[in-house]
T-cell receptor
Framework: AQSVAQPEDQVNVAEGNPLTVKCTYS??????LFWYVQYPNRGLQFLLK??????LVKGSYGFEAEFNKSQTSFHLKKPSALVSDSALYFC?????????????FGAGTRLFVKA | NAGVTQTPKFRVLKTGQSMTLLCAQD?????MYWYRQDPGMGLRLIHY???????AKGEVPDGYNVSRLKKQNFLLGLESAAPSQTSVYFC????????????FGPGTRLTVT
């Protein structure tokens, strides 16, 4: 069965420091992987995705993510955090093998960036 | 271009009452989805649609019904609300399946007492 794990409920980082939000997945075959961000009282917004090719994917607002097939991970990163990055982050996966209709979301990781 | 809109934003129901949540998108997307978001559980798929006139069950479909009579609209119905349906409901749309990202509405916060 497909699953997504975000092992940290919360990540705290100081402004200007690098940040990492972790995600691991369990899918048979080659998955499509996504990161979304949710600000308070808003819907989710797409940040970036991995389909195929280069393992380092760049997205919106300076975020990037690294796909590691052997570790089945897709960690979200940013070189220098901003206070405005504070939000709830969701990792998500789609399995092309079952038609790719359904997205499985992780439970979310809350990021706090302190000034 | 409004993207994905949802009506209403908030609603309080009593157990046993019914209601319909409306989702509309102006991006000409084929695929539409209804999710519920509960604390610590991420988003769970209720129902989805791959085109006008089609619907399919997701992960947690019990107690909900949907309709997609027009391509731009996707309705979620609760026939007899239960306290377990207290949640935040999000509608989303996408151009297709597989590698296509989803676009989300602002959500509807539903409380069932």
């Amino acid at each position: 069965a497909q699953s997504v794990a975000q092992p940290e409920d919360q990540v705290n980082v100081a402004e200007g420091n690098p940040l990492t939000v972790k995600c691991t997945y369990s899918v048979s075959g080659n998955p499509y992987l996504f990161w979304y961000v949710q600000y308070p009282n808003r819907g989710l917004q797409f940040l970036l995705k991995y389909i195929t090719g280069d393992n380092l994917v760049k997205g919106s607002y300076g975020f990037e993510a690294e796909f590691n097939k052997s570790q089945t991970s897709f960690h979200l990163k940013k070189p220098s955090a901003l206070v405005s990055d504070s939000a709830l982050y969701f990792c998500a996966v789609r399995d092309p093998g079952d038609g790719g209709f359904k997205t499985i979301f992780g439970a979310g990781t809350r990021l706090f960036v302190k000034a | 271009n409004a993207g994905v809109t949802q009506t209403p934003k908030f609603r309080v129901l009593k157990t046993g009452q019914s209601m319909t949540l409306l989702c509309a998108q102006d991006m000409n997307h084929e695929y539409m989805y209804w999710y519920r978001q509960d604390p610590g559980m991420g988003l769970r798929l209720i129902h989805y649609s791959v085109g006008e006139g089609t619907t399919a069950k997701g992960e947690v479909p019990d107690g909900y019904n949907v309709s997609r009579l027009k391509k731009q609209n996707f309705l979620l119905g609760l026939e007899s609300a239960a306290p377990s349906q207290t949640s935040v409901y999000f509608c989303a749309s996408s151009r297709g399946s597989g590698p296509y990202e989803q676009y989300f509405g602002p959500g509807t916060r539903l409380t069932v007492t």
